[in-house]
């Protein structure tokens, strides 16, 4: 049982590229979620999903884009990279909602150059 | 609008101390939900514990306990006989029910703890 996985680790991207943030979970959760985490903002969340083929804007979505194909993936989307997209990104999933206790991923370290 | 503060940006204390954490929230609903999660330094956040709005109850739990009281809007974290290991980021976060059935939480900007042997 691997719990929540997040690839890569650590990222560095030029302005204006694209790339994907992949996160899996292996415990059959309906709720998965993208938070970002910066200096003294604590977390915010970025868009979250209830269930495969559903998902939703959080608090900071611009730049963002996901999907939930399958009940295991919600793979994050940066569309074009902005230096203020630089931040610690953590995917995390629950049972149901964020109610139930929320797992997190071990969190991809990103920066936009 | 819901909002949580966690006015201790950084706390030291040494080890075998008890330390408390603050947590002050703002929500308009009768029916909350208030959640610690610990950040330990290899990152991953961990949940610690859940309370509702209806259960005024202090929790205890080994050397963690928490108090609620809503008079004043709080949800403190207390560590008793502080150890190394208890070292970490603590989030506070609440509930916010904008939308009924979409559930999202916010989260404090946390609290990081030093404990120093």
């Known amino acids: 049982n691997a719990g929540v996985t997040q690839t890569p680790k650590f990222q560095v991207l030029k302005t204006g590229q694209s790339m994907t943030l992949q996160c899996a979970q292996d415990?059959?959760?309906?709720?998965m979620s993208w938070y970002r985490q910066d200096p003294g903002m604590g977390l915010r969340l970025i868009h979250y999903?209830?269930?495969?083929?559903?998902?939703d804007q959080g608090e900071v979505p611009n730049g963002y884009n996901v999907s939930r194909s399958t009940t295991e993936d919600f793979p994050l989307r940066l569309l074009s990279a902005a230096p203020s997209q630089t931040s610690v990104y953590f995917c995390?999933?629950?049972?149901?909602?964020?109610?139930?206790?929320?797992?997190f991923g071990p969190g991809t370290r990103l920066t936009v150059l | 609008a819901q909002k949580v503060t966690q006015a201790q940006t950084e706390i030291s204390v040494v080890e075998k101390e008890d330390v408390t954490l603050d947590c002050v929230y703002e929500?308009?609903?009768?029916?909350?939900?208030l959640f610690w999660y610990k950040q330990p330094p290899s990152g991953e956040l961990v949940f610690l514990i859940r309370?509702?709005?209806?259960?005024?109850q202090n929790e205890i739990s080994g050397r963690y306990s928490w108090n609620f009281q809503k008079s004043t809007s709080s949800f403190n974290f207390t560590i008793t006989a502080s150890q190394v290991v208890d070292s970490a980021v603590y989030f506070c976060?609440?509930?916010?029910?904008?939308?009924?059935?979409?559930?999202?939480?916010?989260f404090g900007t946390g609290t990081r703890l030093t404990i120093i042997p």
């Open positions: 995390a999933s629950s049972y149901l909602s964020p109610l139930d206790e929320q797992f």
């Open positions: 415990m059959n959760h309906e709720y």
């Open positions: 999903s209830v269930g495969a083929g559903i998902t």
């Open positions: 929500t308009r609903d009768t029916t909350y939900y």
């Open positions: 309370r509702n709005s209806f259960d005024e």
């Open positions: 976060a609440l509930r916010d029910p904008t939308n009924f059935g979409n559930e999202k939480l916010t």
